[in-house]
């Protein structure tokens, strides 16, 4: 059973780099099947996908976040990383890792990590 | 970019009912349509991809349908752990935008 599990600071501050990590369990990151995501929510709001990454370390991004977000992936750890920086009160949000089929005709974001909630704030 | 819009955004619908709910986007994306549902404090559930695929493991109470820029999700006949939000996403794009959400409440 594949198993994907946020980790990080819950608290960053106006200005810092926001800094997660999900370590994936059950499966690999190093599959050419899936690309792995990173899709957040703000308190009582909607989703927003912030970006992918695929095991070669190719990525593609959202373009309202893309000059801030990095994505990177660990083979050796089984995990992928999430770096958004100039944070503000507005990127505080719950947020979720998950798994994505990475053909067309693949089951998308069909396993996710259970969310973190990340509040910025001084 | 694509844009999806739901609707209604809030239905109010008794157990047993026939509930559909309808996700428009802004411009054709084919099939690469999916359909989640998510519970308070939980991540979201995939149930349909490819506008009509259900996924494995999901009752087969959900359907999916459409293609092009107007979909459906229809639920045959409501059950008390169906009550929940539930969120369209197109995949047709390198942005992977989701609707608004419509929120399925008791009535």
């Known amino acids: 059973q594949v198993q994907l599990q946020e980790s990080g600071p819950g608290l960053v501050k106006p200005s810092e780099t926001l800094s997660l990590t999900c370590t994936v369990s059950?499966?690999?990151?190093?599959?050419?099947?899936?690309?792995w995501s990173w899709i957040r929510q703000p308190p009582g709001k909607g989703l927003e996908w912030i970006g992918y990454?695929?095991?070669?370390?190719?990525?593609n991004y959202n373009p309202s976040l893309k000059s801030r977000v990095t994505i990177s992936v660990d083979t050796s750890k089984n995990q992928f990383s999430l770096k958004l920086s100039s944070v503000t009160a507005a990127d505080t949000a719950v947020y979720y890792c998950?798994?994505?089929?990475?053909?067309?005709?693949?089951?998308?974001?069909?396993?996710w990590g259970q969310g973190t909630l990340v509040t910025v704030s001084s | 970019d694509i844009q999806l819009t739901q609707s209604p955004s809030f239905l109010s619908a008794s157990v047993g009912d026939r509930v559909t709910i309808t996700c428009r986007a802004s411009?054709?994306?084919?099939?690469?349509l999916a359909w989640y549902q998510q519970k308070p404090g939980k991540a979201p559930k995939l149930l349909i991809y490819?506008?009509?695929t259900l996924q494995s493991g999901v009752p087969s109470r959900f359907s999916g349908s459409g293609s092009g820029t107007e979909f459906t999700l229809t639920i045959s006949s409501l059950q008390p752990e169906d009550f929940a939000t539930y969120y369209c996403?197109?995949?047709?794009?390198?942005?992977?935008?989701f609707g608004p959400g419509t929120k399925v409440d008791i009535k």
């Open positions: 998950a798994r994505d089929g990475a053909n067309w005709n693949d089951p998308p974001f069909d396993y």
């Open positions: 059950g499966g690999s990151v190093s599959s050419g099947s899936y690309y």
């Open positions: 990454i695929y095991y070669s370390g190719s990525t």
């Open positions: 411009q054709g994306i084919s099939s690469y």
């Open positions: 490819a506008a009509s």
């Open positions: 996403q197109q995949l047709n794009s390198y942005l992977f935008t």
